[in-house]
Nanobody, 128 residues
Framework: QVQLVESGGGSVQAGGSLRLSCAAS????????MAWFRQAPGKERDWVASLSTLSSSTYYADSVTGRFTISQDNAKNTVYLQMTSVKPEDTAMYYC?????????????????????WGQGTQVAVSS
């Protein structure tokens, strides 16, 4: 049974930092594409970043490039999203997702339907 458990969300002031974690179980972690999505109230779920667990290749949405970093700890089957210089528009529920493929389709896997497994989400609130 695949399980993705997010943690690390909370409230932060604009300009601050936050690190989200996603612990994966029930999958062969080394051969997946892991991603972070976010969804603000009344809006669609948007792709934020993804990482190939085999090659460690990373891909980012334009809105977070240079501010967010996706990384992994293979020993812990965990992927992280380090958020820096956060903005009020980063406020959203953040979801971890997994795609059972050894790559992220070279960065083209960016829609919710590209990912088969999801966590429950962790809320991030950025105040101005």
């Amino acid at each position: 049974q695949v399980q993705l458990v997010e943690s690390g969300g909370g409230s932060v002031q604009a300009g601050g930092s936050l690190r989200l974690s996603c612990a994966a179980s029930g999958i062969t972690y080394r051969y997946n594409c892991m991603a972070w999505f976010r969804q603000a109230p009344g809006k669609e779920r948007d792709w934020v970043a993804s990482l190939s667990t085999l090659s460690s290749s990373t891909y980012y949405a334009d809105s977070v490039t240079g501010r967010f970093t996706i990384s992994q700890d293979n020993a812990k089957n965990t992927v992280y999203l380090q958020m820096t210089s956060v903005k009020p528009e980063d406020t959203a529920m953040y979801y971890c997702a997994a795609r059972l493929s050894s790559n992220c389709d070279y960065g083209r896997a960016r829609t919710p339907t590209d990912f088969a497994y999801w966590g429950q989400g962790t809320q991030v609130a950025v105040s101005s």
